[in-house]
C-alpha cells in the first residue's frame, strides 16, 4: 500500500489468557504501526445497524492484519491508541484486488471504563 498518508500509531497486541495469582490476565505488547486511520464517513455509519451507530468508529489502512477478539482463546482485540483514546479491532480485512494490496481494519472506541493509560 502506498505509504503517502501513512503515520505511525501506537498499537497494543494481546496473547492468551494466563492465570496469575487466581486471576484472569491478558499478557501485551505494544508496537508502533504505520497506518492510514480514518473516521467512518456518515454513509459507512449509515450501512450499520440502527443501534450501533452511535458507536464511535474508525478505519486503519495498513500492510498487516490486525487481530479482532478471540472469546474461545479469550484473547481482547488489537487496541489502536488514535486521538487520545483507545480503539479495539472488530475485524481485518485484507483488500488484494489492485497492486496497491493492503488490509482495512475497523475499530470501535472502548468504553469509558476500560480506557487505559496512553503506551
Not at 12 to 26: D, M, P, W
Not at 36 to 54: H, I, K, N, S, Y
Amino acid at each position: 500500500m502506498l505509504g503517502l498518508f501513512k503515520k505511525p500509531y501506537p498499537v497494543r497486541v494481546y496473547e492468551a489468557q494466563v492465570i496469575v495469582n487466581g486471576y484472569a490476565s491478558s499478557p501485551y505488547h505494544d508496537v508502533t504501526m504505520s497506518l492510514d486511520v480514518q473516521p467512518f464517513t456518515p454513509d459507512e455509519l449509515m450501512a450499520l445497524p440502527e443501534g450501533e451507530r452511535t458507536i464511535k468508529r474508525v478505519k486503519s489502512f495498513g500492510s498487516a492484519k490486525l487481530a479482532s477478539a478471540n472469546e474461545y482463546e479469550g484473547i481482547p482485540g488489537v487496541r489502536l491508541f488514535y486521538s487520545g483514546q483507545w480503539y479495539e479491532c472488530v475485524s481485518s480485512v485484507k483488500w488484494d484486488h489492485t497492486i496497491l494490496s493492503h488490509y482495512r481494519s475497523d475499530f470501535t472506541i472502548l468504553p469509558e471504563s476500560a480506557q487505559m493509560l496512553p503506551p
